[in-house]
């Protein structure tokens, strides 16, 4: 299973506890992650991450592009909707992406709770 992590800066502190919470899981999986975001997920939570670009600086496209060729099962993109991000449209070709390739997309904890169990149980137990 190859993930994708992306969390906007007010979100990272979510995404490290929710990857504390599915690290079984996530310890299973291919992971991918924007710069800062992967550096917090290697160093808080110990997880093998390979670390792209961070957002604006294209780390969003280069995830978008790997998804549009079939590198990419899943999308977690913790994104803070109350806060301009100045790479709006990369966010958006990347969500749209998801949309267009049929590759679930969680972009709050709620929704990305749901499809990590979801993941979990599918693999089942190690």
Avoid: W, Y
Avoid at 16 to 22: K, Y
Avoid at 24 to 37: D, E, K, Q, S, V
Avoid at 101 to 123: E, F
Wanted: proline share 6%; hydrophobic share 45%; with cysteine.
């Amino acid at each position: 299973m190859k993930l994708a992590l992306i969390a906007h800066d007010g979100r990272k502190k979510e995404m490290v506890a929710l990857a504390g919470e599915f690290l079984g899981l996530l310890g299973r999986c291919t992971l991918m992650a924007t710069g800062t975001t992967g550096g917090r997920l290697q160093g808080e939570c110990g997880l093998q991450v390979e670390c792209l670009l961070s957002g604006p600086l294209g780390g969003d496209l280069q995830i978008g592009a790997r998804l549009a060729v079939g590198e990419v099962d899943a999308v977690v993109f913790l994104r803070d909707p109350m806060t301009p991000q100045p790479h709006e449209p990369d966010i958006n070709a990347l969500v749209r992406a998801c949309d267009v390739h049929d590759v679930p997309c969680a972009t709050n904890v709620a929704s990305a709770r749901l499809m990590l169990q979801a993941l979990q149980d599918r693999l089942g137990p190690r």
